[in-house]
């Protein structure tokens, strides 16, 4: 499933898109995670595209009547194509753009169908799949003492705490297992048993590795790629994850794996307390 990163990369990827007016809209299969408004191609046409935001691991597009909120789900790609691009099976919806006078094309494909694009005239941070979530990572508000007031009030691993999108946004599997080997923490430790230190110790290391993947184009796992079809390569620079049985890269030691709440999680005994 394309994480935090991996959606943040693909928002910069559309951004030449913005101030693109839509000159067409074809929806191929309405059947997403929800159906997707059969009124859209009406609503979107001749609109103009005025920012694209993200949060979590929703984008947020803003044209002048209102908003599309994309969600990727597990196997979602949205790629921009010029009409000469052959449609594959699981291509559902095009957008097309007129920007300075050329015309580029969104594509979203999604095998598995569990993504979606939802239209909202309303403010989307009011939306019922937004409204609740944590803070970003990477901002100010995500800090020590706000985790830390979270993590004393739960018996869960913290692995599951900090992977919980009421507490912090867009912290998956992959980057939730680096970051708690950057922090030295085991994924299976109870969250109201770590110490304030170690969380301010966690914070920084979330920050470090959500900036670093997306500086890296994020990780490329089975099928993610960016708007030009280009790859991630922070898999390269994973410490853990994925890595059972290999050699850890700080002490040599081996790198196990264990299921936390049905995920997948990697970890050094060792390095990792």
């Excluded at 693909?10 to 809209?25: A, F, H, Y």
């Excluded at 929703?58 to 691009?85: C, D």
């Excluded at 095998?111 to 803070?135: C, E, Q, V, Y």
């Excluded at 993610?224 to 620079?237: K, P």
């Amino acid at each position: 499933m394309p994480e935090l990163p991996e959606v943040e990369v693909t928002r910069l990827g559309l951004l030449p898109l913005i101030n693109g007016i839509v000159s067409s809209v074809d929806v191929r299969n309405h059947s997403l995670r929800w159906p997707v408004n059969p009124n859209l191609k009406k609503i979107l046409n001749s609109q103009k595209l005025i920012s694209l935001l993200r949060r979590g691991k929703y984008l947020l597009a803003q044209f002048s009547n209102g908003y599309l909120i994309i969600h990727l789900g597990m196997s979602g790609r949205i790629s921009i194509v010029n009409e000469k691009k052959s449609l594959l099976k699981h291509d559902h919806i095009d957008i097309c753009f007129n920007v300075n006078g050329n015309k580029k094309i969104l594509r979203y494909n999604d095998t598995r169908r569990f993504g979606a694009m939802i239209w909202t005239d309303d403010n989307p941070s009011n939306h019922k799949l937004i409204a609740t979530l944590g803070p970003e990572p990477l901002s100010d508000e995500f800090n020590a003492d706000y985790l830390y007031e979270i993590v004393k009030r739960k018996k869960q691993p913290i692995k599951s705490t900090i992977m919980d999108s009421h507490s912090v946004v867009g912290v998956g599997n992959i980057y939730a297992s680096e970051s708690l080997f950057l922090a030295s923490i085991r994924p299976q430790r109870r969250s109201q048993k770590i110490k304030k230190k170690e969380i301010s110790i966690l914070v920084d290391s979330i920050k470090m590795v959500i900036q670093k993947a997306i500086e890296r184009g994020g990780s490329t796992l089975n099928d993610f790629f960016s708007v030009n079809g280009q790859s991630g390569y922070f898999q390269n620079e994973h410490n853990v994850y994925g890595r059972e049985n290999e050699s850890c890269n700080k002490c040599e030691g081996r790198i196990y794996q264990l299921r936390i709440a049905q995920r997948s999680s990697f970890y050094c005994k060792n390095c990792q307390v």
